[in-house]
């Protein structure tokens, strides 16, 4: 019982880091809406920090919202949302 117990420690102690990295990834992106046609540049918080990944999780919520993902411009950790909150708005951060 008593490894079993380790065991589940150390794999959470391990797990703990992969999920702190993955909240700290995010993507810039630019969307479209048709009829009548609209535009915006965003930032999104996305769970990897992998172009595909990025890709995979902001065209399903945009989506959702009735807007077609464009282009994924960069993914980048949070040292670069300053920069970028001018630049996106309404859009930071909102999917």
Known sequence: MKHILLSLACAAMLAAPAAAQAADCFADYKAKKDA??????????????????????????????????????SVFGPEGLDQRKDSAGQYFLRF
């Open 36 to 73: 009548p046609l609209r535009l915006h540049y965003g930032v999104a918080q996305v769970s990897a920090c992998d172009r595909g990944t990025a890709q995979a999780d902001l065209k399903n919520r945009l989506a959702a919202n009735g807007w077609t993902l464009l282009q994924i411009v």
